[in-house]
């Protein structure tokens, strides 16, 4: 039986054919995705090391299996171990409290002394160094405009090691080593490589704006841990998922999996465990600070997209039509409610307390509401909390020397000088012959390589996404966008460059997936790979010395003025 071309079925010539969407962006790269078996786009094996690899390292084919599933692990376990290093070494120096801190840590310690944070003494910082001990906690509440999620944490450390320091930091230095772990792992399955999983969490361990966080009491770090720890159990979630709809769908005579359209628009799911973990971490992540509910919403659509996407996979002829019917209504409720749940039980100091501030205020101020029947004063005192914060946060339009504008994240236009100091010669590491003083600082900005590449990385994944159809590049473009784009909102509140803090990690998978892509397709010819791994071995090494060159200023290691100067690469850095 001959086919038939399209012309004579239609009765008239193809050019007179309007061409499809596909056809129309072949002309800016839009190609389609090489056939596959069903089962393998359902869920995609993990690329493994040519045999040309092993065969040269004399290892054999069962062994050669054994050392992949054990550098799954250990690739990651390394990488996280120097991480850990960098960011532990010396952690409680300089021994001051810096920038933000002032408020952090002893919010943290009041939280977990008594349950709410207390109203400090001015100039209470320095009798905090001499000695802790001798400092009593304040029993007068304190007005806090954040959540208590992040400084029940930071007071985790400071229980564990004391109220200095090194007690107040350590947890974000564990949070931040962590995440590099994470990181790596996150990255194999987004891309089935332990190779490019484990670049991206090497660039995160690099990262200087990631690197400071780490070793500072600020909240952000702590908002990032939770955001990307959702972001990979949602990753999971959708691997389950798929993994489920593969296991019911039919298979030939020859085993080989068949898309079956009743299968697709009909299953349960049922029971979505990593879903309902994601759930409980983003609302941990609101219960850090409040921009956690934009990544919240935008997990949200991202999660619901790749429900569509693995029922059209399968086979469903109206695959939103299948989602809104059997999907919509647990993704809402394994989520919202159980983050909104999570967040209030957060408060749970300030609940069973009575001594928080506004705690009293339904009994006292609010005692005329008409709303005083329905819901218990605690819950009418917090709603009256969270109203006066939102209005102070939208309000803060106050002017900070470092302050800086959304835009200019991307480019480090404007980072933060946490601490500063310049000893003089002889003292405080300012070495005894210079011939002027030092400059000892601890500078919130990224490794400038990484995020510059990370510029021309961020094109190349929204150009992946639109025209190549690739749902990894749109997660990592979704993970950006929810930890950046609100703060576009909000262009006149006062902002800084560490909130970026949260999507380095999303940047970080954009540059690993842009190196992949320089490293060439499988299949390519050794010329093409040997100069593709010439030029991503060049930026990564690029990386590594950028941060090495610029780890005085990450640390406040005390360093000649010339020197400091040197590394103030642009004039808004100083």
């Not at 009743?262 to 879903?275: H, I, K, Y």
């Not at 991202?302 to 086979?315: E, I, K, P, Q, S």
Request: glycine fraction near 10%; aromatic fraction near 14%.
């Amino acid at each position: 039986m001959t086919s038939t071309a399209p012309e004579a079925v239609h009765g008239q010539d193809a050019p007179d054919q309007q061409p499809g969407w596909p056809q129309r962006l072949r002309r800016f790269g839009y190609a389609p995705g090489a056939a596959t078996g069903l089962r393998e786009r359902l869920v995609p094996p993990y690329t493994r090391p040519s045999p040309r690899v092993w065969a040269v390292l004399g290892v054999r084919e069962a062994a050669a299996e054994r050392a992949e599933r054990v550098l799954a692990w250990a690739g990651p376990l390394l990488v996280a171990l120097v991480a850990g290093v960098l960011r532990f070494w010396h952690l409680g120096s300089p021994k001051a409290v810096i920038f933000d801190e002032t408020y952090y840590a002893k919010d943290a310690w009041a939280l977990v002394r008594q349950g709410y944070e207390g109203a400090w003494p001015k100039d209470i910082d320095k009798s905090i160094l001499a000695d802790p001990g001798a400092v009593p906690v304040p029993t007068e509440a304190g007005y806090v405009v954040h959540p208590p999620v992040g400084k029940w944490v930071i007071g985790l450390g400071e229980q564990l090691f004391g109220f200095d320091p090194f007690g107040w930091r350590f947890m974000t230095a564990l949070l931040g080593t962590l995440s590099v772990l994470m990181l790596c792992r996150i990255g194999r399955r987004l891309f089935r490589s332990t190779f490019l999983g484990c670049l991206a969490g090497a660039l995160l361990a690099v990262d200087g704006l990631h690197f400071v966080m780490s070793r500072t009491a600020l909240l952000d770090l702590v908002l990032m841990f939770f955001v990307l720890a959702a972001f990979g159990a949602l990753l999971l979630d959708r691997d389950w998922s798929r993994r489920r709809l593969a296991a019911a769908l039919p298979e030939d005579e020859e085993g080989v999996l068949r898309p079956d359209a009743r299968v697709a628009e009909d299953l349960r799911l049922g029971w979505r465990p990593w879903r309902i973990a994601a759930g409980l971490l983003l609302g941990l992540a609101c219960g850090t600070k409040w921009n956690g509910l934009y990544i919240l919403a935008a997990f949200c659509v991202m999660a619901v997209l790749w429900d569509v996407g693995a029922r059209r996979t399968a086979g469903a002829v109206q695959p939103y039509r299948a989602v809104l019917r059997r999907d919509l209504l647990p993704a809402f409720v394994s989520t919202v409610p159980l983050a909104i749940a999570t967040y209030v039980a957060t408060w749970t100091g300030w609940i069973v307390t009575s001594g928080g501030y506004y705690r009293d205020w339904a009994e006292k101020d609010g005692r005329g509401s008409s709303w005083s029947w329905l819901f218990p004063d605690w819950w009418r005192s917090l709603w009256h909390y969270e109203n006066q914060v939102y209005e102070f946060h939208v309000n803060l339009t106050s002017g900070h020397t470092y302050q800086s504008n959304p835009w200019s994240w991307i480019v480090l236009g404007r980072p933060v000088s946490y601490f500063y100091e310049d000893p003089a010669p002889g003292t405080d590491g300012c070495p005894a012959d210079a011939t002027e003083k030092c400059a000892r600082e601890v500078l919130a900005i990224g490794t400038p390589v990484l995020w510059w590449a990370a510029c021309f990385a961020l094109l190349y994944v929204l150009w992946r996404w639109v025209f190549k159809r690739d749902w990894r590049a749109g997660a990592i473009a979704c993970g950006v966008a929810a930890g950046w784009a609100p703060w576009f909102l909000y262009q006149e509140r006062t902002i800084f460059l560490f909130y970026a803090v949260v999507f380095v990690p999303f940047l970080c998978l954009a540059v690993a997936l842009m190196i992949g892509a320089l490293l060439g397709p499988p299949g390519s010819d050794e010329r093409r790979r040997t100069i593709g791994a010439v030029g991503a071995g060049v930026l990564v090494l690029l990386v590594v010395w950028n941060f090495i060159y610029f780890w005085p200023i990450y640390t406040g290691t005390s360093i000649p003025m010339d020197e400091w100067r040197g590394r103030m690469w642009l004039d808004t850095w100083v």
